[in-house]
């Protein structure tokens, strides 16, 4: 297939063997610019944006944030499309992914690393995960192979004094009563169970969409931290950790067979 797309000297082209809509795919590199030669052929992951990389923003750590990064969203139709080399991840040397579930690698299954790098949590902290998503799910999956047991509170309408005591008697039972919680929020109709579990000085992490934060958070000096996406720096990681069967990505998603292109449908 010859490429009608203007191609970067640093871009490469692909063609989608499978897509995770609207965040990420695996594909084959078909085309690549001048300085991205090293990648052609290659099988590679691909994410939704491609940041600058260069920045004050890029370069605090908010690529997911970076104001001249280049945007793409998938559909389960999408099969080509165009990326920075930098931000592809090659799923060769051990790093070779089923498809199409490796598709989510990039998007949903890397949000998920994201909230947990980003919160810093430590081991021996007591986590709380709220509402329920495919992020969610993999969340806990990151977090138990990171050796944290989180509390996880999947109904979003489930009272707030009901799920403080389940969580306080799950980490008293675990020897960790007292430290502040790191609270996540992974849905919108999670933020505000979220917000109320997070007491004095606790920490409260959530993604986009949001909603309205609470303003008693600042009453209890509670930290927020915002993810607005997954951070093309960890998809490496986060790829490397399914290889090694430390995130069950079969578990979580189911193909949906198209023509000759295979969508994955993740599921909670
Ligand atoms: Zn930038």
Redesign the pocket.
């Known amino acids: 297939m010859t490429s009608t797309l203007p191609l970067g000297e640093d871009d490469v082209a692909l063609e989608l063997e499978a897509v995770c809509p609207p965040t990420s795919a695996i594909g084959r590199v078909s085309a690549a610019g001048d300085r991205a030669q090293v990648l052609l052929g290659k099988r590679v992951l691909v994410g939704p944006l491609d940041?600058?990389?260069?920045?004050?923003?890029?370069?605090r750590g908010?690529?997911p944030v970076?104001?001249?990064?280049r945007r793409r969203a998938f559909d389960a139709d999408t099969r080509r499309i165009t990326a920075g080399a930098r931000w592809v991840v090659a799923l060769d040397d051990g790093l070779a992914l089923p498809s199409p579930a490796g598709a989510a690698v990039a998007g949903p299954v890397a949000l998920a690393y994201t909230l947990y790098a980003r919160t810093g949590i430590g081991p021996r902290e007591p986590v709380v995960v709220v509402g329920s998503s495919p992020v969610a799910r993999f969340l806990v999956e990151v977090l138990r192979a990171k050796g944290v047991s989180p509390a996880t509170i999947a109904d979003p309408t489930t009272p707030a004094a009901d799920a403080r005591a389940a969580c306080r008697s799950a980490f008293d039972a675990e020897g960790l009563g007292g430290r502040p919680w790191r609270v996540i929020a992974v849905t919108e109709e999670a933020v505000a169970l979220a917000a109320a579990l997070a007491g004095p000085r606790a920490t409260l992490t959530v993604t986009t969409p949001c909603g309205p934060l609470p303003g008693e958070l600042a009453e209890r000096e509670v930290t927020v931290i915002a993810v607005a996406g997954a951070h093309p720096d960890l998809v490496v990681e986060v790829a490397a950790m399914c290889v090694k069967g430390e995130l069950d990505l079969a578990a979580g998603t189911a193909s949906a067979p198209t023509p000759d292109h295979r969508a994955v449908v993740i599921t909670a």
């Open positions: 940041p600058c990389g260069e920045c004050e923003v890029c370069r908010g690529a970076c104001p001249t990064a």
